[in-house]
């Protein structure tokens, strides 16, 4: 089974620290994402990457940067963390090659991060 | 730009009875993806079933159906014998390519027993 990890389930943080969420997979997937999820508003994305050091901008990706220096780890950070960046962030990984999973985002157990 | 919207923010059904969620999306591609995921509470979002455009018929996965309407933009989830362990948030989600997928807002099914 594909399994992706997030380094923490809640996290607390106070306005203008750095914040670092981590997230892992282990089926040797090209494609890795961040998401925000809020109530209301579904999932949106922040970035995501199609290969190692590669990274393409989402739908709101102001106020993070991202990190993929090895395939199976994609990190997003949060320069200097806001209170309205308070959320669930959720990662998730796809793979290129066609056949049943193909496209098939496998999600991470998410991080509650809250911002005071 | 494609579109996902999920009418209905809560929805309940009685334990063994059939529910239906509804998912409506805008999109002037031909060949796409749709899926629906199901978010149980405090737990991991994983995929129910999904459905690709060019298929006409509708995806099955044992208890869980879709009514896919190419023409009128319309992917509905039908589950049937609700079970409590279906109460969870289920997102529907399109995909086009370039590794966007497009989520709508999330309906929270309850089930009661």
């Known amino acids: 089974d594909v399994k992706v990890t997030q380094s923490s389930r809640y996290l607390v943080k106070r306005t203008g620290e750095k914040v670092f969420l981590e997230c892992v997979q282990d089926?040797?997937?090209?494609?890795m994402f961040w998401y925000r999820q809020d109530p209301g508003l579904g999932l949106r994305l922040i970035y995501f990457?199609?290969?190692?050091?590669?990274?393409e901008k989402g739908d709101i990706p102001e106020g993070y940067s991202v990190s993929r220096e090895k395939k199976e780890r994609f990190s997003l950070i949060l320069e200097s963390a806001s209170t309205n960046q308070t959320s669930m962030y959720l990662c998730?990984?796809?793979?290129?090659?066609?056949?049943?999973?193909?496209?098939?985002?496998?999600f991470g157990p998410g991080t509650r991060l809250t911002v005071l | 730009a494609q579109t996902v919207t999920q009418s209905q923010p809560e929805m309940s059904v009685q334990e063994a009875e059939t529910v239906t969620l509804s998912c409506t999306y805008d999109?002037?591609?031909?060949?796409?993806?749709l899926f629906w995921y199901k978010q149980p509470p405090s737990r991991q979002m994983i995929l129910v079933i999904r459905?690709?455009?060019?298929?006409?018929q509708n995806a099955t996965e044992n208890r869980f159906s879709v009514n896919f309407q190419k023409a009128a933009k319309s992917f509905s989830l039908k589950i049937s014998d609700s079970q409590l362990g279906d109460a969870a948030m289920y997102f529907c989600?399109?995909?086009?390519?370039?590794?966007?997928?497009?989520f709508g807002a999330g309906t929270r099914l309850t089930v009661k027993p």
């Open positions: 998730a990984s796809s793979s290129d090659f066609s056949g049943s999973s193909y496209n098939e985002q496998f």
């Open positions: 089926m040797d997937h090209e494609n």
């Open positions: 990457s199609y290969d190692v050091k590669m990274k």
């Open positions: 999109t002037s591609e031909s060949d796409y993806y």
């Open positions: 459905q690709e455009a060019y298929k006409q």
């Open positions: 989600a399109f995909y086009y390519n370039n590794n966007d997928m497009r």
